[in-house]
């Protein structure tokens, strides 16, 4: 199977505009085809696309701002906000011209940069492109993207399950009737916590991106317009397949179909990207302090300077923190933004080798029973694990063993470790993690028991 890596590229400063990070997948070879997800999405939603692509393209999909792992923009950016910065990333990446593809949202972004951006773009095709009406923009609004903040006792996390639940059953999610119901329901946890998890790394800032793509104009340009090739397309059941009727006439390099299925649509997107594609990718850039080190068919994400003396591993259940100068890293195998491996010795020294490290500080083992210390967190068909990472999240500040909840136990507690957006952080890293804490626990027990004694 094709592998994805993973990388991290930062834009200077420039004038008003502050420094941010941008996080992007690359697969296959051949030439460039970008990829813009949809909102609230990630570069996450297209690992099965890319792979089956990536025979034919050089496939590079960023996380958009504010999602994934890439910065938001100041303010409150608009679409063209959106589609500028996708230009400055390509400018940082080293690619000047390139085909592209996006759904939904990712497709209205991707109309805009053609617009403002002509020459960059040599082909385009679009998943269920949104022609708004005066009226659904003013019954959207932002009736459609309420603020979204953690609440001290995990409320917002009831609203989150539920809202991303339903927005498969009704279209818009907030308008459950009869005429709004969609063909493609369902009741898969593990669907809807894949969304849930990017709308916790997106946070509030997930409002953004859809603000800007529901107050879009549909861009379609005049008839007699000299654009490159666009294809839109739209599958049985897609809200917005209705929207392509909406379109008067088209430009002469512009064409739009309907199709049976999302296969249907994917196959069309790719044999027309195909017919497209230009030069071969150029090299591409990358950030030298933060990435991901391949190991095996998996990816360890790590963080500082290669070659540092000490690669440093976390506890479990938590997540890499931003090391100091001259420190390095990791997140630990299922953990974080790292994949999961059989082995988790094996795949920490491949790290270390790899990252040309000396040696591995390993972290102290927990207090506590292991059965009890990491609770079951896979998703449930009601998002009761969501409600478990976050109890557990407020009790580790409070209690050492966190269930252990007794005068005898009780720690001193740091307020600032109390503060919403603190717990936020740590059900986050439990979430990620799972049940690979409890297998990380084990580990670092077996690694002190060998470890020799001074």
Known sequence: MPQISRHFLTIAASGTKPRRTVHYRRCGSGPLLLLVHQSPRSSAEYEDLMRRWSHSFTCIAPDSPGFGQS???????????????????????GVSRCCAYGFHSGGIILAHLLKRHPDRLSALAIGGYAIWTAEEMRTFGERYIPEFHPKPYGEHLAWLWNRILEQSWFFPWFDPR?????????????????????????????RFGYRAVLLAPGEVPPPDADTAPVLLSAYRGDPFGAHLDRIDQLPKNWRAEKVETPADHQDLSFAFLRD??????????????AGFVAVGDGLIHWRGTRGARNMV???????????????????????????????????IEAARVALGASKV???????????????DLTPDRFGGYLQRAWSVARALVMFAPWYAADPKHAISVEQNALIDEAIALRARALLRAGQSAATWHHEIASHLKMEPRP
């Open 276 to 289: 497209h594609a230009e030069s071969a990718c150029p090299a591409l850039a990358e950030d030298n302090d």
């Open 313 to 347: 591993l976390h506890a479990p259940g938590a997540e890499l923190t931003e090391p100091s100068p001259g420190i390095l890293a990791i997140d630990v195998p299922g953990h974080g933004l790292s994949s999961n491996f059989a082995n988790y010795p094996a795949a």
């Open 71 to 93: 910065d938001p923009l100041p303010g409150v950016p608009d679409v063209g906000d959106f589609a500028d910065a996708i230009v400055e990333f390509l400018d940082i990446l």
């Open 361 to 375: 500080l390993w972290p102290a083992l927990p207090l506590g029973d292991p059965e009890i210390l990491y609770p």
């Open 178 to 206: 009869d005429e709004t119901r969609l063909s493609g329901a369902h009741a898969d946890p593990d669907r809807v916590n894949a969304i849930v998890m990017e709308m916790l790394d997106a946070g509030n800032a997930y």
